[in-house]
């Protein structure tokens, strides 16, 4: 298993994990347990990631937001879906990236302190095929990203992909798309 | 199990509000902007002001990614520590610093014409899109060489505004007619050379002219009496 792991730039003392699953059978049971907060880690929507980066980027404002006590949502992990979001509508963002009872893939990510990680033991819990971080491209939906973020194809000509959905995630707490 | 891909801060520039950093963040050059308080501003007011400056910053760049002028992406803006992480523009240099140069290998100011007429385009399409800059000098715009010509991309966006007044277009023109002039030795040409590009390149630059020789004189008068 791969586990794809960064130090924070926020604060080096934090540590962000991220990995990927492919062929789940049993996501509901493993969202049920980060509802219940019996595992300690965000689940997302494969599909509605464009690459590591976008979710590092994610990981650090929540992270900011959390050590800065200014968060939007009740728990570093869920500020992480929020802050991957186009959107300032929580219930918004839970359901554009978080995962569904039947999603056949997951992303997990992780933040904890440095040598406190529970990656191990949270992936154990995963019943599919874990695969590297690096192939997210391959599960990325483009239509659901230009929709998500609400890229307007002209916007395309002179800018990537990639580029605008970070900038998107950047200016969401106070431009409107 | 972590690697490494923090890197140490590189110091770039310090001004008078700003801090400006280079560093490579999981793989990728950026530039880190961190404004800091001015101690002799109320503390709450301050923080309300940088927050502005921040949000005026980051709106102005990405209107202008979203009207097809070059501009830094942006990555992260950190409201907790006033920092706007964005891209670095690899081997761009001002055009402040270009000029310079350019002058310092026996060039003369009057053959930077095709520069003058490049630089009232960008500023006659960020008009022409309702961006006011707030701030032009030629230290807020890069250059940057490509196969054929160069890219100018404009920077430092912390005093921008929305919107199409040709009064402040004109301001805009008279920031940049002054910071030129002072800094840039018997460029007087160059800048009409960039204010006839500016006219033919945008449509409403004849009326922004018209402010600008308004702004000017009020200029003088303020001069004269002050
Ligand atoms: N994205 C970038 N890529 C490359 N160089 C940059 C970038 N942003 C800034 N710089 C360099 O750093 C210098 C200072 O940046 P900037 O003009 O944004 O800050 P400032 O002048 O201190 O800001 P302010 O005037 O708002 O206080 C620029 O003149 C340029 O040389
Ligand atoms: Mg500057």
Avoid: W
Avoid at chain 2, 1 to 16: I, K, R, T, W
Wanted: charged residues 25%.
């Amino acid at each position: 298993m791969e586990i794809f792991a960064q130090n924070s730039f926020i604060n080096d003392s934090y540590i962000i994990s991220l990995v990927l699953f492919n062929n789940v059978s049993n996501s509901s049971e493993i969202r049920n347990m980060a509802i219940k907060r019996e595992i300690n880690a965000t689940l997302l929507k494969p599909q509605a990631i464009v690459d590591s980066f976008q979710v590092l980027l994610a990981a650090n404002k929540a992270l900011s937001n959390y050590l800065g006590k200014t968060m939007y949502t009740k728990s570093l992990h869920s500020e992480i879906i929020f802050s991957l979001s186009a959107s300032r509508s929580i219930t918004e963002s839970f359901k554009n990236f978080g995962v569904e009872n039947d999603a056949n893939s997951i992303l997990i990510v992780e933040i904890s302190e440095k040598d406190k990680s529970s990656i191990d033991e949270i992936c154990s819990r995963v019943r599919g095929d874990p695969v590297k971080v690096d192939s997210i491209g391959t599960f990325t939906n483009i239509p659901v990203i230009k929709q998500l973020y609400k890229i307007d194809e002209s916007e395309l000509a002179h800018s990537n992909l990639n580029d605008v959905v970070y900038s998107r995630m950047a200016a969401k707490e106070f431009v409107n798309y | 199990m972590s690697e490494s891909h923090v890197q140490e801060e590189g110091f770039l520039f310090q001004g008078a509000e700003a801090r400006v950093y280079k560093k490579t963040l999981y793989g990728k050059q950026i530039i880190i902007k961190e404004r800091f308080s001015k101690k002799y501003r109320h503390p709450v007011l301050d923080s309300h002001l940088t927050d502005q400056r921040l949000k005026s910053e980051v709106r102005a760049i990405l209107k202008c990614s979203s009207c097809g002028i070059k501009t830094p992406v942006i990555y992260m803006v950190d409201f907790n520590s006033s920092k706007i992480y964005m891209e670095y523009i690899a081997e761009s240099i001002t055009i402040r610093d270009y000029i310079e140069n350019f002058l310092k290998d026996g060039g003369n100011i009057n053959e930077l014409a095709s520069l003058g007429r490049q630089m009232g385009k960008l500023i006659g399409s960020l008009h022409a899109n309702g961006i006011i800059h707030g701030d032009l000098t030629t230290s807020n715009i890069l250059i940057k060489s490509k196969e054929s010509g160069c890219d100018l991309i404009p920077i430092d966006f912390g005093l921008s505004s929305l919107g199409r007044l040709p009064e402040d277009q004109g301001v805009d023109l008279y920031v940049l007619e002054r910071a030129m002039l002072s800094t840039h030795l018997n460029s007087e040409k160059l800048f009409e050379e960039l204010l006839d590009e500016y006219r033919l390149s945008f449509q409403g630059g004849l009326e922004a002219l018209n402010k600008l020789s308004e702004v000017r004189m009020r200029g003088r008068k303020r001069t004269m009496v002050g």
